[in-house]
C-alpha cells in the first residue's frame, strides 16, 4: 500500500524558514517523480514543486521560486521542501504527492494526509 | 484566478446525473494536454478520481466518467450518492504559464 507522511509543518512569522518532510513507503520511492502541491485555508489546489527520480530535475511555480527547495534522499524514501522567506501568502496545507510514471502521464496518483505551515506573527 | 475554470457549485438529488466542467485554453487541455480529476472529501486530502482524460483508477466506481473535447473537459457522476459529496478538481500541464501542473478552482458538489 503506497503511503505518503508528511511532517514539519507549524507557525512561523512572516520572513522565517521551515522545512518539511514527506516519508514514502509501499513503493519504489527512487523510481518516480514526487510533488508538493498546498491548499490555503479555503482555497483550492496549487502545484509548488516536482522532482525527478534521480533530483536532477526541479521545477517551481513562479511564486516560490528562489525562496523554496525541492529536494530528495532515495536511500531514506523522503522527500523534502526548505522554505525561506516565508509569507503570510504561503500559508496553506502542503501535500507530498507522488507523480505518476509513464512516458505521457501527467497526474499526481496518490496523496499525502497534508501538512499545516501558518505565516504569521 | 485559476487556469483553468470550473463553475463553484453544482447540485443533484441521490439517483441524479451531474456534470462538472473545466474549461482551459490552447496552452493546457487545447494543446493535447490529459485532463485529470480529483475528489476531495471534506477534511481529507485530494484522491485521483480521473487521469488521462477517461480512465479510472483500480477502485473508483464506472459512476463516474470522464470526457474531452476541445479546450474543454467535463467530469460525470451518475447515480448520485450522499458519500459523493466533495469537492472536485480538474489538472492539466500548460506549456505556458508560471505554473506547468495547473489546477481548477474547484466545484462543490453537494446532494441535496
Known amino acids: 500500500e503506497v503511503q505518503l507522511v508528511e511532517s514539519g509543518g507549524g507557525l512561523v512569522q512572516p520572513g522565517g524558514s521551515l522545512r518539511l518532510s514527506c516519508a514514502a513507503s509501499?513503493?519504489?520511492?527512487?523510481?518516480?517523480?514526487m510533488s508538493w502541491v498546498r491548499q490555503a485555508p479555503g482555497k483550492g489546489l496549487e502545484w509548488v514543486a516536482n522532482?525527478?527520480?534521480?533530483?536532477?530535475?526541479?521545477y517551481y511555480v513562479d511564486s516560490v521560486k528562489g525562496r523554496f527547495t525541492i529536494s530528495r534522499d532515495n536511500a531514506k524514501n523522503s522527500l523534502y521542501l526548505q522554505m525561506n522567506s516565508l509569507r503570510a501568502e504561503d500559508t496553506a496545507v502542503y501535500y507530498c504527492?507522488?507523480?505518476?510514471?509513464?512516458?505521457?502521464?501527467?497526474?499526481?496518483?496518490?496523496w499525502g494526509q497534508g501538512t499545516l505551515v501558518t505565516v504569521s506573527s | 484566478q485559476s487556469v483553468l475554470t470550473q463553475p463553484p457549485s453544482v447540485s443533484g438529488a441521490p439517483g441524479q446525473r451531474v456534470t462538472i466542467s473545466c474549461t482551459g485554453s490552447?496552452?493546457?487541455?487545447?494543446?493535447?494536454?490529459?485532463v485529470h480529476w480529483y475528489q476531495q472529501l471534506p477534511g481529507t486530502a485530494p484522491k485521483l478520481l480521473i487521469y488521462?482524460?477517461?480512465n479510472r483508477p483500480s477502485g473508483v466506481p464506472d459512476r463516474f466518467s470522464g470526457s474531452k473535447s476541445g479546450t474543454s473537459a467535463s467530469l460525470a457522476i451518475t447515480g448520485l450518492q450522499a458519500e459523493d459529496e466533495a469537492d472536485y478538481y480538474c489538472?492539466?500541464?500548460?506549456?505556458?504559464?508560471?505554473?506547468?501542473?495547473?489546477f481548477g478552482g474547484g466545484t462543490k458538489l453537494t446532494v441535496l
Open positions: 504527492a507522488r507523480y505518476c510514471s509513464g512516458g505521457s502521464c501527467s497526474n499526481f496518483d496518490y
Open positions: 509501499g513503493f519504489t520511492f527512487s523510481s518516480y517523480w
Open positions: 522532482i525527478k527520480q534521480d533530483g536532477s530535475e526541479k
Open positions: 490552447s496552452s493546457n487541455i487545447g494543446a493535447g494536454y490529459d
Open positions: 488521462g482524460n477517461s
Open positions: 489538472q492539466s500541464y500548460d506549456s505556458s504559464l508560471s505554473a506547468l501542473w495547473v
